[in-house]
């Protein structure tokens, strides 16, 4: 028995020595990729806090845009309805009420409708239209700078790869050796290649949120231009 717990001891010493050794091996890796990142000498550190702001920048405007849109998307399937039962009935006040306690870029553009009632059709067209330009233009808020960002990360990273090409060859003219020595190259290709990647994935993260935003805007005007169709063909009705 005794050699049995011998046995059972050592293999446990030896499991938890591999495991320490491969989470040693774990963080020597970790950072061995930061080393990589910022070993670019000090022009390739300063493009590289730039292009790691840019990220941050991209990655912040998409998600605040993205639940800014996704509030707004929201809409009561029997707001219109009840909006056409209150005209209908002519409680105007009534229907100003819902309006105001709605809190969606549709009862916006209804409720300047409403508020034109008893002018000519085509001023109750043209304030909807209004209304409804300043509702895309606060859906739209920051996307042109998450545009920006789309192309200027990329060349941004472009840039950091001319200097780091530049930093390689000077460093080859000083060196004045006809045997070429990476270690005296390592600064430039660092620079050179780390901010073209990590400048690509600003770019692909800002084109992609852009996109995607847009499109949900899409939808969104697609619904209020309905809504506004469906509101001004409400007031055409016969009595």
Known sequence: ????????????????????????HAAGKELALSEIIFSGGPIGQAIMVVIF?????????????????KKVAKVDEN????????LS?????????????????VSRLIAKGISRIGKPLQDIN????NAGKLEVY?????????????????MTGFLG???????????????????IDMSVLSEGVYTAMMTTVFGLIVGIIA????????????KIIHQLEANAVEFLDLLNEPV
């Open 89 to 105: 009935q002519g409680k105007i006040d009534q229907a100003k009420m819902l309006c105001a306690n709605t809190n969606s870029p």
């Open 53 to 69: 702001i840019m990220l941050f920048l991209a990655v912040y405007l998409y998600l605040e845009r993205f639940f800014a849109i």
């Open 161 to 179: 790869t001319v200097v780091g090409m530049v930093i390689a060859f000077h460093e080859m003219a000083a060196n004045g050796s006809a045997r």
């Open 126 to 129: 043209t304030a909807i239209e």
């Open 79 to 86: 707001f219109m309805a009840q909006i056409k039962m209150f």
């Open 1 to 24: 028995m005794f050699h049995f717990l011998q046995v059972d001891t050592t293999a446990t010493a030896e499991t938890l020595s591999n495991a320490i050794e491969q989470g040693n």
């Open 138 to 154: 606060k859906m739209e808020k920051n996307i042109n700078l998450l545009a920006t960002l789309s192309g200027a990360g990329p």
């Open 207 to 218: 084109y992609v949120g852009y996109n995607h935003l847009v499109s949900k805007i899409d």
